[in-house]
Each structure stands twice: as C-alpha cells, then as structure tokens.
C-alpha cells in the first residue's frame, strides 16, 4: 500500500513538474524601454503614429502623426535614422523633416483647407524603386475639445519619387493624390508589406460598436490605381468590392503591425485591443488565414491610473529571430513607448 502510494505520489510530482513547465515556457520574456528613442525629445513634445519603412541600405524612414512641437502641433512628421537593427533600437538618432528650419509637414494641405482642422495623418507606406508610398487619411476635426469628434473625409496615397543621389539635409518632395477611397472605407496604411510583388496593405475601420482591421492588395506597379485594389473576402477571397471586406478581430485600438517570420513561416499581426491596453499576436500561415488566427496576448502594458484614456497602435518596429521590438502609445506622455518581447 505504501509503495502504491509513494509510486502515486511520484507520477503527480512528476505531472505537476510537466504543467508548471508548460506553463513557465509559455511566459515571454519582456524588457521595458519606456519612451521609444528618447533622442526624440529633444525635437519633439509628443507624436503618435511611428511607423518605420525601409528606405534603403543605409536608412529607415519613419512616418509620424499628429506632432507637437514648440510652436503647436502639425498633423504629420517625416524622419530618417540609421537602419534599424537589434543593436541599435534603443539608441536611434533620429534627422527630421524641416522648412525654415522647423519640423513640417511632409503631406502638405491644399488651398481652402484649414490645418487645425483637416488633419493628414501620415500612415505607413512602402518603397518600390525609387518611389516612396505613405498612405494617409484625411480627417476633418469637428470639435477640437473632444478626442474621438472627427470624420475621415479620404483615404489616400502621397508619393515622392526619390532623386538619385539623394541624401538626408536635401529637399523632399511628396505629391499628394487625393480621394482614392472615400466614403465609409477603411483608413487604409495601418501597416504595408510587400510579397511576391503584391502590397498588402492593413486598413483599420470602425462601426457598429467594433473596431476593426481589413486586408487588401494591389500589384507594385499599380499602387496608384484605386480600380485595381482588391480586399480579402470572408471566403478567403479577394475582391475589389471594399465594403464586403472580411473585418478582423473587431477590438482593435488605433493601427497595427503586418510582418512575415522568416524562420516560423507566418504572417503575423500584431495590435493593441480595445480597452484592455494588451498587446496582442495573431499569426498564420498564409494573408488569408489570418482572420481565423488565435489571439495571443504578449504583453500587457501597466495599467494606467486616474484617466480614462486608453493605450493605442502597438506595432513592431523589428523582428530578429526571437526578438520582437513593439512599440504602442501611452496617451498620458502622447508618445510611442518601446518593449522588447522574446518570444518562444
């Protein structure tokens, strides 16, 4: 009896070893960096957006939203650092945009638009040859006293063909196309990738209590062309009518990230949800299941306290191997915060 015993006592100790390193295995191992590149600072009081795209060899544009400065606040920043690598990501030096010797808009408003109203918020963009794409959305704010009081008028492309020889202190140039998409459609740009010479790009839209995430497509050359984008359907499909679009995951806050692991052979996305502040990851083997991929959460952001402001637009910024560097808005500081998550 007592040998039965100790033999029951052997095989639970050694159940309960199995379950507890189940467990353990699952838990990320995360590193909190605070404000994401803090030589920002010294340019810039706030911005959102924070979307990087790959320029070439020697450097990373990145794309900004809404940035406060010290003379006020404009709807859209550009700037050039290094090439982001794992190295380097906590200790970027960032080269803005500027006119007059002040950070400007790269996206410029047109005759008869007011700029403290119709906002152009740069989104993520892509380059192909010497074309460089920034989606963006132009919203008109209503009553500026209130966060979520805005219409989206159009959801569009500005592009800047990239002289050669060009390098950072010379003039940039983007011309803005207008009303691509208009009506209730998707701010298009939360995230952009390229594969197999399509660009696949994420588009946020909310309604009906949700807010949600679209996927479409267009061929590299035809990134201009309205009539030749297509949207991933419920089926699996993809179809140029944008308004039978498959909706993603309905609790996504603000824009998100569309990567490709090379060494897990997936399609990842990563966004923060809606109310919770969770960093969440969604990851298939091909764009058209991604709608059907289960929801992890890799990182939950310390709550916030004495506001009912939320956190926003987690995206990662860089992967390598197991290392993913995300960056998400905390909305009391109004800046991206960075978090290193290794992933098993």
């Not at 998707?186 to 390229?194: D, E, I, K, Q, R």
């Not at 939320?310 to 197991?322: D, F, R």
Request: hydrophobic share 40%; aromatic share 14%; with cysteine.
């Amino acid at each position: 009896m007592i040998k039965k015993y100790c033999t029951l006592c052997i095989l639970l100790t050694v159940i309960l070893s199995v379950f507890c390193y189940t467990q353990c295995s699952k838990t990320h191992s995360v590193t909190e960096y605070g404000v994401f590149a803090p030589s920002r600072l010294s340019f810039v009081n706030g911005q959102d957006g924070c979307t990087p795209i790959d320029f070439d060899h020697r450097y990373t544009l990145w794309t900004f939203g809404d940035t406060i400065t010290d003379e006020g606040m404009i709807s859209n920043s550009l700037a050039f650092t290094e090439k982001i690598n794992a190295t380097n990501v906590t200790q970027l030096q960032f080269e803005y945009y500027r006119e007059h010797g002040k950070i400007a808009q790269f996206i410029k408003n047109t005759y008869g638009e007011n700029p403290s109203r119709d906002r152009l918020w740069a989104f993520n963009g892509i380059r192909v040859g010497n074309m460089v794409y920034v989606y963006y959305a132009h919203v008109y704010i209503h009553d500026p006293a209130k966060p979520l009081s805005f219409t989206m008028k159009e959801s569009s492309i500005a592009y800047w063909n990239v002289p050669k020889q060009w390098e950072i202190g010379k003039p940039i140039h983007f011309i803005r196309k207008k009303n691509m998409f208009v009506g209730n459609v998707p701010a298009l740009g939360a995230s952009v990738m390229m594969h197999n010479n399509y660009v696949y790009v994420v588009g946020h839209i909310g309604g009906e209590n949700k807010s949600s995430l679209v996927i479409a497509r267009v061929h590299k050359d035809n990134i201009l062309r309205q009539n030749h984008y297509e949207f991933l359907q419920g089926d699996s499909n993809w179809d140029k009518k944008f308004n039978l679009a498959k909706r993603l995951y309905d609790d996504v806050a603000g824009e998100c990230s569309l990567t490709y692991n090379v060494i897990k052979r997936s399609y990842n996305i990563v966004y923060c949800q809606l109310f919770t502040g969770n960093i969440v990851m969604c990851k298939a083997q091909t764009i058209e299941l991604l709608p059907q991929a289960k929801k992890e959460i890799i990182y939950t952001p310390p709550r916030l306290r004495g506001t009912a402001m939320m956190y926003y637009s987690a995206k990662a910024i860089l992967h390598e191997e197991k290392q993913w560097y995300i960056v998400y808005m905390n909305p009391l500081e109004y800046q991206p915060f960075l978090v290193k998550v290794m992933l098993h």
